[in-house]
């Protein structure tokens, strides 16, 4: 069974598979701008309240494996994630604007996966893999 995490009001196993891509499919995420990227998700992970289990950054999406309380819904996450991030980003790296149309670095639909102890290191061994294809 996979590790419970133990709150004060409760005891869960919430996972979510997250993927979104930059708008346009822009491969953007190399070098210092991909490595700046999952500073700020570990930021963003740790002033929100949340565990990233596993990340992977390929040049034109992300995928992430998170854990949090079930007081917070996946949409809030995504947005925390995909919000601070974009924010963060274009003002430290003002060359990232020239390859986007208006400046908006995520393109607004993102893929939500709840997971559950049985298949998490499925995805687990999935996000791993993903920077050998």
Not at 32 to 41: A, M, S, T, V
Not at 42 to 63: R, S
Request: aromatic share 14%.
């Amino acid at each position: 069974m996979s590790e419970l995490i133990y709150a004060r009001t409760a005891v869960y196993n919430v996972n979510y598979h997250f993927v979104w891509c930059v708008k346009y499919r822009r491969k953007i995420f190399t070098g210092n701008i991909e490595d700046r990227l999952k500073q700020l998700f570990n930021e963003i992970a740790n002033e929100k309240d949340f565990i990233i289990k596993t990340m992977e950054i390929m040049p034109d999406h992300v995928h992430l494996f998170v854990s949090a309380h079930p007081k917070y819904s996946p949409s809030y996450l995504y947005k925390m994630l995909k919000g601070i991030s974009a924010r963060r980003l274009l003002l430290e790296f003002p060359e990232i604007k020239t390859k986007l149309w208006k400046g908006h670095l995520w393109n607004s639909a993102t893929y939500t996966e709840t997971i559950g102890h049985i298949s998490e290191n499925t995805i687990l061994k999935y996000i791993e893999d993903q920077k050998t294809k």
